[in-house]
């Protein structure tokens, strides 16, 4: 079995690149990065477009190239009856489609390497070598400390609420503060004038270099639960050598998500970093409140590599375009090529609309069988049938692609932050044997049926 799919996908990377398809998706793919050049001078605009937007247009193009490859690959070969031979030969169904398939991903792959390869020399001229940023760990003592600073000053408030001293025993205080690690995963907390919280985050896995940056992102809310500003200062300290490395004076036009840049230069070697945010704004005028502890305060620093990062990007769009390539390699068993390549491009098109979500116009008050008048309208069956399939096709496709659509690999290129190996690897097992081994066992028997015909 394995020298006939080793036999099949030598054939079919033959075909592949006999067509003028595969040049064309090279050709094409070069034209949009020489396009590219010369762009403006705001770099996050400059980097979006080189590592986001430009690796977007290209898998969009490759996409259709391989879906019309994998239609065309067996249909045009069981219109002009050269699988009839098979039939009788001892070569399995599934061993052509794996052979077609593999053939035509490897060859894609190839492909689609040299293209990411120019983007990366692109965007190394066009952004530089900064390396992406993956978010720090606040340290489980950071966390303590936080719960027991809450806890005093709602004794404080309970004390001065109730009139007098608020006591409680050891299992009491226990239990309050069991109650507390509870909620703090989802609270605001509020800080009075001159009160200050602080986070520790670890830099072990992190091997900084000089004049890189790390970068702060501050979350507020005002008391009023809409977005405010903050008055106060902002500290971050080496905290091996308690060395202040920076600080920022806060006002109120620092509202709702706030960024830093921080110099590594005094952080090399650091295992911890700690920012302090002590808050100046008097509660009566509005005080600043920081959301939920672990989500107010996120710090990035460089890890990795700018190559490691594009090729894990690289993985993620050729397992999508695994997918289509299977897809189209089905569809072309079971139809000829003119309708196969419509029919692929329809379920193609379902797909992305389902996965942008786009049927939620359905669950809206409107269409669920209400008559403006306030009476009720009975829903045709029809129409239900349709709501109920097109609820179920987006619910499938989001399943299937989550592990993708989470991890959007191309934004966090353009964002210059860490894509996860984790979701990586998930997504691999997904698009590059999941959905294919289904797609074979699909392919295999429509293809039986085919050669008798």
């Not at 004390?159 to 507390?180: H, I, P």
């Not at 840049?261 to 808050?279: M, P, Q, Y």
């Not at 210059?416 to 028997?445: A, D, M, Q, Y």
Request: some cysteine; overall charge negative.
């Amino acid at each position: 079995m394995i020298l006939s799919i080793l036999a099949t996908t030598k054939l079919a990377i033959k075909q592949c690149f006999k067509t003028c398809y595969a040049w064309l998706l090279l050709v094409l793919s070069i034209f949009c990065i020489a396009g590219a050049i010369g762009r403006g001078s705001e770099l996050a605009m400059v980097r979006q477009i080189s590592l986001c937007w430009l690796p977007l247009a290209i898998v969009v193009i490759f996409g259709v190239g391989i879906l019309w490859m994998g239609c065309s690959s067996i249909a045009n070969d069981i219109e002009e009856k050269r699988f009839i031979g098979t039939a009788v030969a001892p070569v399995k169904k599934s061993s052509v489609w794996i052979g077609r398939w593999l053939g035509l991903v490897l060859s894609t792959a190839l492909l689609l390497a040299i293209v990411f390869f120019m983007i990366g020399i692109n965007g190394k001229l066009a952004v530089g070598s900064e390396r992406p940023h993956d978010k720090l760990e606040l340290l489980p003592e950071s966390r303590e400390q936080t719960i027991n600073e809450i806890y005093e000053q709602m004794l404080i408030d309970a004390s001065r609420d109730a009139g007098g001293e608020f006591v409680q025993n050891k299992e009491q205080k226990l239990e309050t503060m069991k109650e507390l690690k509870r909620q703090l995963s989802w609270q605001y907390f509020p800080l009075a004038a001159g009160a200050a919280r602080t986070w520790d985050f670890s830099l072990e896995s992190f091997s900084l270099k000089p004049q890189e940056k790390i970068y702060l992102k501050l979350a507020f809310l005002s008391m009023s639960g809409t977005t405010g500003g903050a008055d106060g200062m902002l500290k971050i300290y080496n905290k091996n050598k308690n060395e202040l490395v920076a600080e920022f004076e806060m006002s109120s036009d620092a509202r709702g998500n706030v960024y830093y840049e921080i110099s590594t230069d005094k952080l090399v070697g650091a295992s911890t970093v700690r920012v302090v945010f002590e808050n100046a704004s008097e509660q009566a005028e509005g005080s600043s409140v920081l959301i939920g502890y672990e989500e107010s305060l996120e710090v990035f620093a460089p890890i990795g590599g700018f190559w490691q990062n594009l090729f894990y990007a690289y993985l993620m769009c050729l397992g999508l375009l695994s997918i289509m390539a299977a897809m189209g390699i089905s569809f072309g068993m079971q139809y000829s090529f003119p309708v196969a390549i419509f029919s692929a491009f329809v379920v193609m098109l379902m797909l992305v609309i389902a996965s942008g979500n786009a049927i939620n116009e359905y669950d809206s008050e409107s269409s669920c069988g209400h008559k403006h008048n306030g009476e009720e309208e009975k829903t045709a069956l029809y129409s239900e049938i349709v709501r109920k399939s097109a609820q179920g096709v987006s619910s499938a496709v989001h399943y299937i692609t989550s592990a993708f659509i989470d991890e959007e690999p191309l934004s966090k290129l353009g964002s210059n932050r860490t894509i996860s190996e984790s979701k990586v690897f998930e997504w691999s097992v997904i698009s590059f044997i999941i959905i294919p081994f289904f797609l074979c066992i699909i392919g295999s028997v429509v293809l039986s049926k085919k050669e008798y015909k």
